[in-house]
């Protein structure tokens, strides 16, 4: 080529390059401009940016109108400029923004920094170039979407904001106020908060060091958290006094002397225990802040959950809400006792290689190391290094020497559970608790946890059988069956006791005999037992297989609860919701709860009252939920569902009374744990007491005689009627002459509708193949 058309080919692609670079820049400056006239949500206005300083906390009520808590900028523990040390203050700048009494707002020398350093030269150790203006924005505004688009929208958002600040208020306002609103760590917001916490002192007391290691936990509230690692913590510390030392802020000398000192925490006692109905409180947060972005002020302003003193009114019942915490608190140090005392010196977090491995490399901690560039033989030998930390237990939280695989492996074996209490008739949450302490551990169980329900799910199946027109007393045998087509699953009953015997509907459902649930969604068809569930409300997929009858799906306890709405409420599922209503700081509604269309009857009148008298049998004298009556003494009208799932990895138990309908679970988070035999991991052993304790309490108490004392409706009597029959029938020699059933039988379910053909769908058979006993007894009935 030459010399001249490579000069006009560099031309062509200097031109086009440059045309690319003014297309890009024109672009971004459009982003920009509509991020700021709003078309990607409304910024705050100057009259909003002005209100903050005299914000007032959003208070939250039960049904009663107490007070269950409150979200907010600034409570009563926020401090004024002048309680701030000057040390607390140096620092800070110092640290997070050294240019922050230099710039308005944005520091577009630290931007540039930061581009080029993780842009060009990868190194993503530079920071985020955000000034203490722009984390003050994102305090009082916190980040909603989390995306990657969602991320660049807010970061435009707070730049545009802090400039605002600016404008609005001093440094020394914009400095109080970031220290007021500002995360620390074990959930601590708030400087006067974190030194009460840490140190036990207000924050006009806090010393040098003490100050730096507040400072120095911004960065990364649990990393640099000084009770769980006070060696990172240190270190850090000496890394916000070497920058204040930078800055001219401390002599040189000075630090020499004491970076080598440590800097002891003083741990206020209770400062970890949880609020109550904390879980509730932080889903009628998520909730709230949907509901008000619907809503404008008259200005035409957004409301703010955290400072325009709003007022929530909520479903919950605060003295039912307290009871189930209590008797979840009560059971749990048991349960896991026993959990741990099952699997003894077997257990898989002791000699378990592979199991210890797994937990290792799937936590955060590793992952954070991974990152730093460590080798995994490094990553597990620092693991290994003992430092004082504090670790989550019932009794009282366990301080000492630990290291990160200890702590690791500790919470891999804690079980966790949930409970939710609903109104049965409105769908009102009384009591809501997503774990067991919600300081330790934020996943919420009611609504985010998916697990198998066991046979909790055996109702709908028996419903579905009603509906199809099988009759309560309607024996079925309760032997093994093998069904060839689905790998050779043969449903079991965890004994023999029942393959001999003919069982009714009230005897199965009461003993929860598997062989015989699979036998019922036979007669009923896995389609129509799949179509009641989703009537019921239940929306997660449901597998279209044979065990589904055995509760192999996996929903939520909320979704659970809301299907079980069609055995207490005239066989209609229940909508759950926890907000009556919002009102603003003078008390207008701005929001109120509309009650929807009412749902469609999904069982008929017969099915729901013999459906009611089955689960209420099953909390009687030999049922599966029989412990309610002779070791907690409950007298009271009480229907229930236990449920175990495969190897005692999840225990359920449902209890339904005429005026509150109740879930709760127990089972560890890691699936890989189970309880080593079903005598402990049953749902009756591991989450019906949860249920006992807390009804026990609540009858104890006069306040809610109304729930306690309240009965079902009798049933009619042509319910009563057909429920009359024996239970349990033993098979005799004429049976099984006749009965063409071996032991065990085999069968398949038809590939195209998971049912049997029509010769084998009935296990008692078809009538000309039951059994001459079975046929002469059907006779005489039907004379009757």
């Known amino acids: 080529m030459s010399e001249e058309n490579s000069s006009g080919w560099k031309r062509i692609l200097l031109k ?85 009494y230099e710039h308005k707002g944005i520091d577009y020398r630290s931007l540039l920094r930061v581009l080029v350093k993780t842009l060009i030269m990868g190194d993503r150790s530079a920071g985020g170039g955000s000034t203490i203006s722009q984390q003050l924005a994102k305090n009082l505004f916190p980040r909603e979407d989390h995306s990657k688009l969602g991320l660049v929208l807010s970061k435009i958002k707070e730049a545009i904001t802090a400039t605002r600040l600016e404008d609005i208020y001093s440094k020394d306002d914009i400095l109080t106020l970031y220290l007021n609103t500002v995360s620390f760590p074990d959930n601590t917001f708030g400087i006067e908060s974190a030194s009460r916490k840490f140190y036990s002192k207000s924050t006009s007391s806090l010393t040098l060091q003490e100050a730096a290691t507040l400072v120095g936990t911004l960065k990364a509230t649990y990393t640099y958290n000084p009770r769980i690692h006070p060696d990172k913590s240190h270190q850090r510390r000496n890394v916000v006094l070497s920058q204040m030392v930078k800055y001219d802020y401390l002599h040189p000398d000075d630090y020499d002397l004491i970076k080598e000192e440590s800097t002891p925490i003083k741990y206020a006692q209770g400062a970890n225990q949880q609020e109550t109905a904390a879980y509730f409180l932080e889903q009628v947060r998520l909730k709230a802040r949907t509901l008000i972005e619907k809503q404008k002020k008259e200005d035409g302003s957004q409301y703010n959950l955290y400072s325009d003193g709003l007022k929530i009114y909520t479903t919950l019942d605060l003295g039912i809400q307290k009871k ?56 597990m030998e620092q693991l290994q290094v003992k430092k004082n930390m504090t670790l989550f237990d019932w009794s009282k939280d366990k301080e000492g020497s630990f290291s990160s695989k200890d702590s690791l492996l500790y919470y891999a074996k804690m079980l966790n559970a949930g409970f939710l209490a609903m109104d049965p008739k409105t769908g009102g949450f009384r009591a809501w608790i997503g774990g067991v302490n919600h300081d330790y551990y934020k996943y919420d169980h009611v609504n985010q946890a998916k697990r198998q329900v066991g046979s909790t799910f055996k109702p709908f199946v028996y419903a579905a059988a009603l509906e199809s027109g099988v009759e309560p007393c309607d024996r079925v ?28 509907m009230q005897a199965a459902l009461t003993k929860s005999i598997n062989t015989i649930a699979v036998k019922m969604m036979e007669k009923a068809g896995v389609d129509r037992v799949m179509e009641l569930a989703e009537e019921a409300g239940i929306e997660s997929q449901l597998p279209r297989v044979p065990s589904l009858a055995l509760g192999t799906a996996s929903l939520t306890m909320k979704e659970l609860a809301e299907a079980y709405g069609i055995f207490v409420n005239q066989g209609q599922g229940l909508t759950g919701y926890m907000i009556e209503r919002i009102e603003d700081a003078d008390g207008q509604v701005i929001y109120q709860h509309e009650f929807p269309e009412s749902k469609d009857q999904v069982l008929s009148d017969y099915t729901y009252q013999v459906m009611q008298q089955l689960l209420m049998a099953v909390t009687q004298s030999g049922g599966t939920g029989s412990r309610l009556r002779w070791k907690y003494g409950l007298e009271t009208d009480i229907a229930g569902k236990t449920g175990t799932t495969q190897s005692n990895r999840d225990g359920w138990f449902v209890g339904a009374t005429p005026k509150l309908l109740t879930v709760s679970w127990v089972g560890a988070d890691d699936s890989r744990l189970h309880f080593k035999d079903t005598q402990y991991g049953q749902g009756a052993n591991s989450a019906l007491p949860i249920f006992g304790l807390f009804y026990q309490s609540l009858i104890s108490d006069p306040k809610y005689r109304s729930i306690t004392q309240a009965k079902f409706p009798a049933p009619d009597e042509e319910v009563v009627s057909d429920l009359e029959c024996e239970g349990v029938e033993e098979e005799n020699f004429i049976q099984g002459l006749f009965n063409k059933e071996g032991k065990p039988k085999e069968k398949s379910f038809d590939q195209e509708d998971i049912q049997l053909d029509s010769t084998e769908v009935k296990e008692e058979e078809p009538e000309e193949d039951q059994g001459l006993f079975k046929r002469v007894r059907k006779l005489f009935k039907k004379k009757d």
């Open 16 to 100: 086009w390059s440059l045309a690319a670079l003014l297309i890009g820049a024109s672009l971004i400056v459009l982003f920009i401009a509509s991020v700021y006239l709003g078309f990607w949500g409304a910024l705050p206005n100057d009259k909003t940016l002005a209100n903050i300083s005299h914000s007032q906390s959003t208070r939250v009520f039960d049904q009663n109108n107490e007070l269950i808590g409150k979200y907010y900028l600034f409570d009563r523990t926020s401090v004024k400029y002048e309680d701030l040390p000057e040390d607390l203050i140096q620092a800070l700048v110092a640290t997070e923004d050294s240019r922050f």
């Open 324 to 379: 189930a915490e209590a008797a979840l608190a009560r059971h749990m140090p048991t349960i896991q006792k026993s959990f741990e005392s099952n699997w003894g010196n077997q257990a898989p977090w002791k000699v378990d290689a592979t199991f210890v491995q797994h937990v290792i490399r799937e936590s955060q901690v590793f992952k954070n190391l991974q990152k730093e560039g460590l080798s995994e033989a490094e990553i």
């Open 477 to 504: 045998s309760g032997k093994t069956v093998t069904y060839t087509n689905f790998d050779n699953w043969t449903p079991s009953n965890g004994t023999d006791e029942y393959d001999d015997k003919y069982l009714s």
